[in-house]
């Protein structure tokens, strides 16, 4: 079986590199798909020496694989994964706390719609789907919203019931979430959700995020990802960049701000237990576990 990588960059950033079998013709179609959806630069693999630093992913039995750092580390976009579906397949679904926060307990007679504006990999999301919710995810990072839009369509195309509900109640859009929401013009959400600990990792890790294995490396994947970007999260939490402290307080208050302005009846926020409010706004309530607490803004 023959083997080949390509490079995929976005101007002077290498991003990625990715290795498909030349042999199949549906693998190179892949490739070509995502470099177009990304706005990647196909190089050579002569070229693949010169970047190594970037995140090799290879397209394996139908999906994206990303392995870190030449590690046996993998990441990958999968709602069957047995170490995820063993919550969406229990009768512990409606005791999750993103359940409870978002569900409440007054009983609707409409699936309620929500807002998903920071999707990362669509764990919660589904969850919400798998409750009966009617979910929009949006991304920002072109590179995983394509993930999760090949997630969302295996799970629809698979034969488990449970997966092909949930993923039916779902949509995937690749956009600033902030833009998005200030710019809405269809029918008004019922339920905006917030989870902006991934892109603040460090900082919640010191307020009390506690990672799993499986967080920690989705967290290294999204860090690789934005790291030609990325604010100096360490400087900004040791008070010795004011500068990036200010941009993290004013995303924060960017985002509560379109949602609230949005959502029909409440906003919902997950952080980590020691965080400040997001926004430094106070919520109506919130629910506290062991690993994350969600605040709720309630509208109506």
């Not at 039995?61 to 919550?87: C, E, K, M």
């Not at 997630?151 to 949509?171: C, E, P």
């Not at 833009?179 to 905006?192: E, F, H, I, K, T």
């Amino acid at each position: 079986m023959g083997r080949c990588c390509w490079l995929m960059s976005n101007g002077a950033e290498s991003l990625a590199y990715f290795v498909f079998d030349t042999e199949h013709n549906h693998d190179l179609l892949a490739v070509e798909e995502l470099a177009q959806r990304c706005g990647y630069a196909v190089i050579s693999l002569d070229e693949v020496a010169n970047y190594s630093d970037a995140i090799k992913i290879i397209f394996d039995n139908g999906q994206w694989r990303i392995h870190l750092d030449n590690s046996s580390a993998i990441v990958s976009v999968d709602f069957s994964d047995p170490r995820f579906y063993t919550r969406v397949n229990s009768s512990a679904l409606q005791g999750e706390y993103v359940v409870r926060a978002v569900l409440g307990r007054k009983k609707t007679t409409q699936p309620l719609t929500v807002l998903d504006a920071t999707a990362g990999f669509g764990h919660d999301a589904f969850l919400l789907a798998a409750a009966g919710c009617q979910v929009t995810l949006v991304e920002q990072m072109p590179l995983l919203a394509y993930l999760l839009e090949q997630a969302v369509q295996r799970a629809r195309n698979s034969t488990n019931n449970l997966l092909l509900s949930a993923a039916q109640r779902m949509i995937v859009e690749s956009a600033n979430s902030v833009m998005l929401m200030q710019q809405w013009s269809a029918n008004r959400p019922d339920v905006v959700y917030l989870d902006p600990m991934y892109a603040h990792a460090e900082n919640e890790t010191k307020r009390g995020l506690k990672k799993s294995a499986a967080v920690k490396k989705n967290m290294a994947f999204l860090q690789r990802l934005t790291s030609h970007k990325a604010i100096d999260l360490s400087r900004a939490q040791a008070g010795h960049n004011q500068n990036c402290h200010d941009e993290l307080n004013s995303e924060g208050e960017g985002m509560i701000e379109a949602a609230l302005a949005l959502a029909k009846r409440k906003v919902v926020v997950k952080r980590a237990p020691g965080a400040e409010w997001l926004g430094g706004l106070k919520p109506a309530s919130s629910l506290t576990g062991k690993a994350t607490r969600f605040d709720i803004y309630p509208l109506s």
